[in-house]
């Protein structure tokens, strides 16, 4: 006797409701999930305690769904609005009360309540002093939001605790401590919490771009190179041995590079695609790269892609296209933290040196973070 397909939920269901939300994010309705996601949690939020006690099923899917909607919210950078979905948990789940409230913390420095949330992070940390993931925590919210001292302090402390213990977070550690010496423009004890995280999990390969990145803006091109050699994404290291060649002078080896990566699928690697798709523009033609970009953007849609493509298409001189593809990278910096309300005057470079339309130029300079000087360059 074969067993019968499982009921589909009626659409008004709590069960149909959550599937619905799920269906409108896959989908990209990331509104109309939001709005059926507050829908459901409402009426959850509603029921009787004897209700909840004949269907446990039900408060554990009011669980879910707040996460899942404070998760939304939190992707949107609607901050104030996540942390106050997320609090209602402390009232109808508090035995986790914990978690809570170190999410609550974290949406706050999010928020702008920078203060009020690192304390209570503190505080959380100080009543399990000997767990690392406090003082982990901390480190890297104060990183984020540039308060460095205490950053610092919080990560030493993360790490003397790790080593006593050999717990598992060593590498989480080293890796925090690298971006909080890079974003400090302290080059040399970065590279050593680099390599240091890199022996502790060899994944941290992927991540190589970063260090030679930081090289090649201080300066030390042969350094860099070392650094390139030992990335195993040959779009990301072919990329950046042309642009060192390009600020070294050399351009003949530059184009040569990215001729090179340009040959390559960029459907053949995980992640590094605009390494791929930068080198194609920096040749000159930007047809290859819009045709990749059109049919991978929805996939590969990163604010570094959507940048990209904003140049490419003004290249073609569709400035209009250019202008709303740079609007949609700003919004998602935007929700990043911490958040950014210009394009990087790296990418305008890029662009005023691949586009020779001034009026086209002129039109899309003022989505990007540009110093003006007396020669308005």
Not at 97 to 122: F, N, P, Q
Not at 233 to 245: D, K, S, W, Y
Not at 260 to 269: E, F, K, M, R, T
Not at 275 to 289: C, F, I, K, N, Q
């Amino acid at each position: 006797m074969s067993t019968p397909p499982p009921r589909t939920p009626l659409a008004d269901s709590y069960e149909g409701l959550h599937s619905r939300a799920h269906s409108l994010v896959r989908s990209g309705d990331v509104e109309g999930a939001i709005a059926l996601y507050r829908r459901l949690v409402e009426r959850l939020l509603r029921l009787s305690d004897q209700i909840l006690e004949r269907r446990p099923e039900l408060r554990d899917l009011h669980r879910r769904a707040r996460l899942e909607l404070t998760s939304l919210l939190h992707q949107m950078g609607r901050f104030a609005e996540a942390l106050e979905v997320e609090e209602v948990l402390l009232e109808t789940h508090p035995e986790e009360a914990e978690d809570w409230r170190r999410d609550l913390a974290v949406l706050r420095i999010a928020k702008g309540e920078v203060e009020e949330g690192l304390a209570e992070l503190r505080t959380l940390a100080e009543q399990k002093a000997q767990h690392v993931g406090g003082w982990l925590l901390i480190g890297s919210e104060a990183r984020i939001e540039g308060q460095f001292a205490e950053s610092r302090e919080t990560l030493d402390r993360a790490l003397d605790l790790c080593q006593a213990e050999d717990c598992d977070d060593l590498a989480d550690i080293h890796y925090e401590r690298f971006l909080l010496y890079r974003d400090m423009k302290e080059v040399d004890e970065a590279l050593a919490a680099w390599e240091a995280a890199l022996r502790h999990n060899p994944e941290t390969i992927k991540t190589i771009r970063e260090v030679y990145t930081m090289l090649a803006g201080a300066g030390r091109y042969s350094e860099a190179l070392r650094y390139v050699e030992r990335d195993p994404n040959p779009l990301q290291a072919g990329f950046q041995r042309g642009l060192v060649a390009s600020l070294s002078g050399n351009l003949v080896q530059a184009r040569e590079e990215w001729r090179q990566v340009a040959s390559q699928d960029p459907g053949q690697v995980e992640y590094g695609h605009d390494a791929w798709v930068e080198s194609v523009l920096r040749l000159g033609d930007p047809e290859p790269a819009l045709e990749w970009l059109q049919e991978s953007l929805g996939q590969y849609g990163t604010a570094r892609l959507l940048v990209l493509s904003g140049i490419g298409w003004a290249m073609r001189g569709d400035g209009d296209l250019a202008a709303r593809l740079f609007q949609q990278a700003v919004t998602m910096l935007r929700r990043q933290r911490p958040p950014k309300s210009k394009l990087e005057g790296t990418d305008w470079r890029l662009l005023d040196s691949l586009v020779t339309d001034e009026e086209t130029k002129k039109a899309l300079k003022p989505y990007f973070a540009v110093v003006e000087t007396i020669w308005g360059r």
